[in-house]
């Protein structure tokens, strides 16, 4: 089926069917559609669905507010069609035209009313050149504005950063071609170039400085588009952009909404031959693979750099290859080009069984879900059978390897809001839990193995400010051990570590093989009534460090704080979803009942009647104090 078919059925879909079925109907047909006007159509037609088909269909939800200096209405169709096509449904809200100002300054305005996960701030050049009277005004006015805006900007944005939510998403403004060419001397553009350039560096900054910005630059992003803006429209209808550039912004939203709901990946696994090297490794041998200074080698010694850039930034590499073994790793470690070596990978799979069921295998041994699996593989018939029996996404690789490093990274699916200190040593640390693995199976018993591991738990009573990102990226990533699902992002972690009606714990494991950094996260409710209840909103803890006990060195750490702070009992809710079923009986298993439950919420409480002793293989610490051994 092509594009024009697909919308035409989904057309015919919104005209006879339940708002429920024209929603499941899109969702796989959003798989057929790819060019950016297709994906607009998509999303306009699915505008007016109603919340409650998106709720009993299990949808996750991401609000996003769009405010601009021009008519950017379109981004809310393309980012609508572009996150159904991620499993997101989109709520949107989009402001008036040229009321990004007002929107921002006053404090009761819909955007902060509507609490956006997302908001898309889009500026053209009127921001600048507002104000100036056309065919008068010198460049030095200009150079003034640039200043003075620049100022306003930053107000403007820590206005948003006091009454806000959620992240803040900003561009870069080009300075339009027909702006700088009425300028004829070459000294005045080179002055206004470089005046220029510097406010873009400021509203760069902005994403150091103010931790919900996020900026987005407009010159990266015209490199993908043929045009800044459609004059015609600009001046019949104030559509500041393309809507070629707007769907590339739309794009961009998309990525970090991924990120945002934990919906980023993880792991890449790669094919080898015609993949990562040229030629046929069984065939050719080590000597005779393209893999080399030379074209075509080049360009798959250059993709390898790509990966390794990847590698450090906390994305697991791992191989799934029909190849013997022995001559991988003989490649692996004595090929003089091979960039990426045998320690570079988390889990390496070159066999002759099916490539699906390699993925299957990494996927128990990493404890990580199939859904945040990435596939490259240069063979349709591999990807094909990969799509079938696994839900991988799976890249399509175009033919010239040359094009490699921007097809994989092109869709952003790795990106992530900020990276953490735990995120540039993953691989060391999963490759430090297949030695546990390894060690686990030398043991007699699995207490010989836990009282082996030297296993040792920090309570991090205060999160520092290098503590927050990672607790907030456990929370907005971590979907097996999570009880409600409740996620937050930096700025809001920030918020409840300053808030005393809030206690946020942080937990770090470390034992014999290494240590795992910040593993797990409490954040707890203090009822500040008579009651002086604790009521625990989530606990988040990594995969990584299950079935050690770690969960009642929590439980057993929040229990003590609430006794000794005078809380009268400790509450706390779970909500069952399709992934977090390994922590359904948490609270059961360490002796809390159930209170009630609303919906498919269940609320137990505790009052200190029976604590679960912490098991005698781990040692609680907390402030370089030993609570228990």
Request: overall charge negative.
């Amino acid at each position: 089926m092509n594009e024009m078919e697909a919308i035409k059925k989904m057309k015919k879909i919104c005209l006879n069917e339940s708002d429920e079925v024209v929603l499941m109907n899109a969702i796989k047909l959003c798989g057929e559609v790819s060019s950016n006007k297709q994906i607009e159509k998509m999303g306009h037609l699915l505008r007016r669905i109603d919340q409650t088909s998106v709720d009993r269909l299990g949808l996750k939800k991401i609000r996003v507010a769009i405010i601009s200096n021009f008519n950017a209405d379109p981004l809310a169709h393309y980012m609508r069609g572009l996150l159904l096509k991620n499993k997101l449904w989109g709520e949107f809200y989009v402001a008036g035209f040229n009321q990004f100002e007002f929107e921002l300054l006053n404090t009761e305005s819909e955007l902060y009313r509507f609490k956006p996960h997302l908001t898309m701030c889009l500026l053209d050049e009127t921001f600048i050149t507002s104000g100036l009277v056309k065919g008068e005004y010198h460049t030095h006015d200009v150079i003034q504005k640039l200043k003075t805006e620049s100022r306003h900007l930053k107000k403007l944005v820590k206005q948003f950063k006091s009454h806000g939510t959620g992240y803040f998403a900003i561009n870069t403004i080009p300075l339009p071609k027909v702006f700088h060419d009425s300028i004829i001397d070459y000294k005045t553009k080179a002055l206004l170039s470089k005046e220029w350039l510097m406010f873009n560096a400021k509203v760069a900054h902005l994403s150091t400085h103010i931790e919900q910005a996020v900026t987005i630059d407009t010159d990266v992003m015209m490199q993908d588009v043929s045009l800044y803006r459609d004059s015609r429209l600009y001046y019949a209808g104030g559509y500041g952009m393309s809507d070629e550039l707007l769907a590339t912004f739309g794009k961009e939203g998309v990525k970090i909404a991924r990120s945002l709901m934990g919906l980023n990946k993880k792991v890449a696994v790669l094919d080898l031959d015609e993949t990562l090297w040229g030629g046929i490794l069984g065939d050719d041998g080590l000597e005779g693979i393209q893999l080399n200074q030379t074209y075509p080698g080049n360009t798959y010694v250059d993709f390898q750099h790509y990966l390794k850039r990847l590698k450090q930034q906390g994305v697991l590499l791992a191989i799934s290859s029909k190849n013997e073994e022995t001559n991988v790793l003989d490649v692996l470690d004595n090929h003089p080009v091979m960039i990426l070596k045998k320690e570079d990978f988390v889990g390496i799979k070159a066999n002759w069984q099916p490539k699906h069921e390699n993925i299957k295998n990494l996927e128990e041994e990493l404890n990580i879900g199939m859904n945040q699996f990435v596939f490259v593989d240069d063979n349709p018939f591999e990807q094909q059978m990969v799509k079938a029996h696994t839900n991988v996404e799976v890249l399509d690789l175009p033919p010239d390897p040359s094009l490699y490093a921007g097809a994989l990274l092109e869709e952003g699916w790795f990106n992530t809001v900020k990276l953490t200190e735990e995120d540039y040593s993953r691989t060391t640390k999963y490759i430090q839990s297949k030695k546990r693995e390894a060690f686990k199976e030398e043991s007699n018993s699995i207490e010989d193995y836990l009282a082996g591991l030297n296993i040792k738990v920090t309570i991090i009573e205060h999160p520092s400010e290098f503590d927050i990102p990672r607790i907030a990226q456990l929370s907005t990533r971590t979907n097996q051990f999570n009880l409600t699902t409740v996620r937050y992002n930096e700025v809001e972690v920030k918020k409840m570590v300053a808030d005393p009606a809030y206690r946020v714990l942080g937990f770090s494991v470390a034992d014999r093989f290494g240590d795992n950094g910040i593993v797990g996260a409490a954040f707890i409710k203090i009822d500040q009534s008579l009651d002086h209840n604790w009521k625990i909103e989530n606990i988040v803890m990594s995969c990584r460090v299950f079935s050690r006990g770690i969960e009642t060195a929590i439980i057993k750490t929040i229990l003590t704080k609430a006794n000794e702070e005078g809380a009268h009992e400790v509450l706390g809710s779970f909500i069952p979803t399709a992934k977090n079923k390994v922590v359904e009986s948490l609270f059961s298993d360490h002796y809390f009942h159930l209170l009630l439950q609303d919906g498919n919420r269940m609320v137990y409480k505790h009052r200190y009647d029976n604590i679960k002793d912490i098991g005698y293989w781990l040692t609680i610490v907390s402030n370089k104090e030993v609570i228990k051994q």
